[in-house]
């Protein structure tokens, strides 16, 4: 199961308290039970969660009890964005100390695969990631972790903001990906929390101009508060993807250099597709359909690339760095906040699978 625990039948932290985290028990249950954890290793830390945040994934988890090909097949500890204070830490860590504040990346790559050597340990096939099963995930006190996954926040940098770092990291590693830069007109497709952390770091990289589509007016709201240079309200029907491709163009008023597709349906993609100048790229982001009907051929033959993302890497440094820095503001997209009771976490899964007007689900532990 890599890092996280085993039953939860045992009680669990070595400092002779229980305990608790909130388990996936079965298809829209959740249930609050200890959660004994793995014993300390020389390069691990123990980290007290403070903060950690709601991810689409996990509500579709709760909803599904699978997300792609990731099938729940036993109880699992739900939650992935995270950030808390090391509590304990192994014989040989150096870099920490009892009592730092850190963000925490969730995945635990071999670092043996040729992916992991060459440097894109995100793809590696042995990942251990928080809440991906059958590994454990972090809404719990506590959870052991390697140390070198855990980022010292700085003095100006929140708990939550800390906590922040997971879905933001997701916009900087397109951003990374698809070269955005100061000469690079960006158009984002989806207005929920990925499209709005996208929009935010390719403002960060120095894109001049960025534009935002999505169903929802609220979210466009949002969006333009946020620093969208123009919001496009659009419609589910592929049916008015032209001339939607047109209003879009007109609103960017130069050609649209990459496109960032936050949704990942026929629509969004064909759009996506579409809109972009030719030379341009379509980053595919989200993943709301595993199989798509798009117009490649016109797009290929315009010489616009596509390509992927999966999750991230080596991004939690840069993303520390804008959020102290002020570049990224992360705490506007935080709407709602609840404890740790089996109540409130109830009340929270329901609170983000409902949408809305929220944006990202925190708990404060």
């Given amino acids: 199961m890599g890092k996280g625990g085993m039953s939860h039948d045992n009680n669990g932290d070595d400092d002779g308290g229980e305990n608790l985290a909130a388990w996936l028990v079965a298809q829209n249950t959740l249930k609050i039970q200890p959660f004994q954890l793995p014993p300390l290793g020389p390069h691990d830390v123990r980290v007290r969660m403070k903060a950690v945040g709601i991810c689409g994934s996990d509500v579709h988890y709760l909803k599904t009890l699978r997300c792609a090909h990731f099938v729940v097949k036993e109880p699992m500890v739900i939650g992935h964005e995270c950030a808390g204070v090391i509590e304990e830490v192994g014989s040989d860590v150096k870099s920490l100390v009892p009592g730092d ?86 158009l984002v497709m989806g207005a929920g929390p990925i499209g709005l952390v996208t929009l935010l770091a390719a403002r960060a990289f120095g894109a001049p101009k960025v534009i935002i589509a999505d169903v929802d007016d609220h979210r466009l709201s949002v969006a333009k508060s946020l620093g969208a240079d123009g919001v ?47 030379g341009g790229k379509v980053c595919l982001v989200g993943m709301g359909h595993n199989e798509m009907t798009v117009p490649l051929t016109p797009a290929a033959a315009r010489e616009v690339d596509v390509i992927g993302i999966f999750r991230y890497k080596n991004t939690w440094p840069l993303c520390l760095e804008f959020i102290r820095s002020g570049k990224i503001d992360v705490k506007p997209l935080i709407t709602h906040r609840f404890g740790f009771s089996q109540k409130e976490v109830e009340d929270a899964f329901e609170t983000s699978a409902r949408g809305g007007d929220a944006i990202k689900v925190m708990f404060n532990l």
Avoid at 234 to 256: N, P, T
Avoid at 265 to 272: L, N, Q
Wanted: overall charge negative; proline content about 6%; glycine content about 6%.
């Fill in 232 to 278: 496009i309200k659009v419609s589910r029907s592929i049916q008015d993807a032209d001339e939607e491709v047109l209003l879009i163009q007109k609103a960017m008023g130069a050609l649209i250099d990459v496109t960032f597709d936050c949704a990942g349906f026929d629509k969004t993609m064909s759009t996506a597709l579409t809109a972009t100048r030719a």
């Fill in 101 to 186: 504040r850190v963000a925490l990346e969730p995945g635990i790559s071999c670092w043996r695969c040729e992916y992991c050597k060459e440097g894109r340990y995100n793809l590696c096939p042995d990942m251990k990631f928080f809440a991906t099963p059958p590994v454990h995930g972090s809404l719990a006190n506590q959870v052991v972790h390697p140390a070198d996954l855990c980022f010292k926040l700085p003095d100006n940098v929140s708990l939550e903001e800390g906590a922040m770092c997971e879905p933001l990291s997701v916009g900087v590693h397109a951003c990374r990906r698809a070269n955005i830069g100061p000469e690079t007109n960006v």
